[in-house]
């Protein structure tokens, strides 16, 4: 089998590709067709892991689950985690093979185009569509030499691509003709259509508009998708996001986020934000740990030492031990379960300079930054209510000490995180943990909130269905297909 393929491309970032990607992969599911979503490459420290393993961005393991796959190294084959400003961790097909500063990688990426080309045939085999999300804006002439995320991909795989304009920003007749206007002659030809995504009121009054873009653009218009509310519930990728997280509900129990300069797989804490019962809130650096917090979370992080040291910046560090003092609960999940020890190693140079810094000293457990990364899905139990959990790891560590012996959870490998000796404070390893339901439920409980039956896997799978209707109902599938080469 060898698959057709269309490539969805944005005039800039957070237009909605991702989320129209996903629905897509979940109607044409619907209908019967076997689709497999790919990005060639990725920006993100949200990720998730692979069924090999490795690890991919959490959007394409989104746009799996849409299209009722595992998530595949081979769905995102390349993969940046920034680390700092102008560097990032580089995953080929899943698996961590160097850091780069940016001007490094952007003289040297035409290397990793085969292992894209690779994965891509790889998907093209199995599958009778491949729908491809770019990265940003192709506009962004300055990057297109070397390009593999857009348009260079697009011509090396030899697919067409649609260009998606987001009207909520504004300026959206510009930004799809001024993309146009910028791109090469022989990238022109590659964009066969174009939308307009997240619409708000009458889309009739866009009519004149769109008629317009048709006879500028030369080509059609294949939809004007109104703005899907419901996106909220499902999983966000992009850090953008976090602005609009920034607090869910105002009453309940009270749980504050440290918003991280190098925050890593914050969808950790969707379901808990979703829940009716809980008040959520990211703090950025500047905001103090209010006193009336129930829970603070340490999220996981990128780069553990250089967070930790803008932690103690902010003086959050002051703020926990008070917190503490008061009887507040602390939580910390992957590196901010390393900030929360005594010790935090790093004498291989992993994240900087050879160094060992002093943790928090909430938890008496000591962390060692090791070469070989752990990426590995994980089925636990948690240790006091004896719920189950499935979730996942990705670390660049091992972590021992006397707190251990009060384990987060049990897995199968052993003890998985530590407590405290009075129970205040705990460090997990676990992603994903809080989309287990009983094991949420329980917990929360534990910390005083109202019980809930809020189901958060069940609320995943009915917003993508709904999305799918969605899309059936503003965008012209059949024509979008037929771009792709599949016949009605």
Not at 6 to 24: H, P, Q, R, Y
Not at 301 to 327: E, F, P, Q
Request: net charge neutral; hydrophobic share 45%; aromatic share 6%.
């Amino acid at each position: 089998m060898t698959a057709k393929a269309l490539m969805f491309l944005g005039t800039g970032s957070d237009v909605g590709k991702s989320l129209i990607v996903a629905g897509l992969c979940r109607a044409l599911r619907l209908r019967g067709i076997s689709v497999a979503p790919f990005k060639p490459q990725n920006m993100s420290n949200n990720a998730a892991v692979a069924v090999e393993g490795g690890e991919i961005g959490r959007a394409q393991a989104l746009q799996a689950r849409a299209a009722g796959l595992s998530p595949s190294v081979h769905m995102n084959p390349i993969l940046l985690k920034p680390e700092h400003e102008t560097g990032a961790q580089v995953i080929v097909q899943g698996q961590r093979v160097a850091t780069m500063p940016a001007k490094q990688f952007f003289a040297a990426r035409q290397r990793f185009m085969p292992a894209i080309l690779e994965s891509f045939q790889h998907l093209a085999s199995l599958h009778e569509v491949i729908l491809v999300e770019g990265a940003g804006s192709p506009a962004e002439t300055n990057l297109r030499e070397g390009d593999l995320a857009n348009l260079g991909f697009a011509s090396a795989a030899g697919i067409p691509a649609i260009l998606i304009g987001d009207i909520h920003r504004g300026g959206v007749i510009a930004s799809l003709v001024g993309t146009l206007a910028v791109l090469m002659e022989a990238d022109q030809k590659l964009i066969k259509g174009f939308m307009i995504n997240k619409f708000h009121g009458d889309a009739q009054l866009f009519d004149e508009a769109r008629t317009f873009l048709e006879s500028r653009l030369a080509m059609p218009c294949l939809g004007v998708v109104p703005y899907f509310a419901d996106a909220a519930k499902l999983p966000a990728e992009d850090a953008m996001a976090l602005a609009e997280m920034a607090k869910s509900n105002s009453n309940g129990l009270k749980i504050c986020v440290l918003k991280l300069p190098r925050i890593a797989n914050f969808d950790d804490l969707d379901p808990l934000r979703q829940e009716h019962g809980v008040a959520l809130e990211f703090l950025n650096p500047s905001q103090p740990i209010p006193g009336d917090t129930n829970l603070v979370i340490i999220p996981g992080s990128k780069s553990t030492i250089a967070d930790l040291a803008t932690l103690r910046a902010t003086g959050w560090d002051i703020d926990l031990l008070a917190h503490r003092r008061r009887g507040g609960r602390v939580l910390g999940l992957c590196g901010g379960y390393q900030m929360l020890g005594k010790l935090i190693r790093d004498e291989e140079g992993l994240e900087g300079i050879p160094s060992v810094v002093a943790g928090l000293g909430l938890l008496n457990v000591e962390t060692t930054l090791l070469l070989e990364k752990t990426t590995v899905a994980t089925q636990a139990i948690h240790s006091l209510s004896g719920q189950s959990i499935r979730a996942y790891e990705i670390h660049l560590g091992e972590t021992k000490g006397p707190d251990r012996a009060r384990p987060f959870a049990q897995t199968a490998n052993g003890p998985e995180g530590a407590t405290s000796p009075d129970g205040l404070v705990n460090g997990t390893y676990l992603h994903g943990c809080f989309s287990a339901d009983g094991f949420r439920h329980a917990w929360l409980k534990s910390l005083g909130a109202a019980a809930s039956v809020f189901a958060y896997e069940k609320t995943i799978e009915q917003t993508l269905d709904a999305l799918a209707t969605h899309l059936e109902k503003h965008l012209a599938i059949d024509q979008i297909l037929a771009l792709a080469g599949i016949p009605k």
